[in-house]
């Protein structure tokens, strides 16, 4: 009985421990991706975003295979029919996510494109009604209307507004969104789960041969040609290293943490980031611009509410109905993985 009140304690403050650990661990990885691709893109002498995200996917498609040929993590199998008609496009869009993603860094700061990922949630709710995954309400337009006044503000305040940024970044936004719709509609319809080591398995080399298509005609010649190039291999393939490393967190990430936890790091790793995009490349974020982004701010965090809170009520019923083969939050957390696994990325899931 003694040992079973010291352990009680105890093992609830190693969870505790482990799940904030792995959680600093994500946003610590998740804030490095991006300020390192902003540094080689930006800074370094290296201004070619398709060739790094080129470096990134070939990257993580040899480490994944390695990691599932070692048998240290198993990999969806998937059919030749399927690879065709749901790995492709999503492939695609990832590979359009990233290079526009990247792109975008060469025009826009670090914390004006972290603005802008605000509306993130909403894009994929805009395009989940379209594709039927989701139901559009008054409520879900009031929300919109909220984020979108806010990032107007924000856009208004931004002392360094580039229309060819801002378009790369809005287009990376909708890839996006159109991939995780369809990983929804062509995956999880069909009850295939990818986990990140499988995403890199399957995705990234299909991502990498999109990339790798454009890199060839648009920017080898380029780089080729450029006699101010900065070609930093260890910094390039350290960026690559930490790119995949946030894949391999957001494995242990998920399961270990509930969808507010996942949902208030992303919080913190945005606004953590436009304090480190000042204090490193000295962007200006004017007094209008954080009003702006605070009201935007607060309609996705109501939006993640009412998202949360329907998920929680969705997976209720089921845990009742049989506790013997299915968890009791499953069908919550298989949403959450699909949405935020590679998100921010990618958030993100970037990369």
Known sequence: MGEARGSGPQSLGMQLAIQYGCMAL???????VILVNKYILSVAGFPYPIALTCIHMGFGSVLAFVIVKL?????????????ISSILPIGLLFAGTLWTSNSAYLYLSVSFIQILKATT???????????GTEKFTLNSLANMVVVGVGIAIASYGELLFVVIGVVLQCSSILCESTRLTLVQVLLQKRGVKLNPVSTLYHIAPACFV?????????ELPKIVSDPDVNIDVPLLFGSAGIAFALNMSVFLLIGKTSALTMNIAGVVKDWLLIGLSVAIFGNAVTPIQLFGYGISFLGVCYYNYQKISAMKTSSAP?????????????NGEERVEERDNLLSKNDRGEK
């Open 121 to 131: 949630p909403l894009v994929v709710f805009v395009v989940g009604c379209g594709f």
């Open 210 to 218: 999109f990339l790798f298509l454009p890199f060839t005609y648009i």
């Open 71 to 83: 048998g240290l993590a198993e990999a969806t199998p998937i059919s030749a029919d399927m690879y």
């Open 318 to 330: 089921s845990s009742r109905a049989s506790d013997k083969e299915h968890a009791p939050s499953g």
């Open 26 to 32: 994500w946003i610590f990885l998740s804030a490095s």
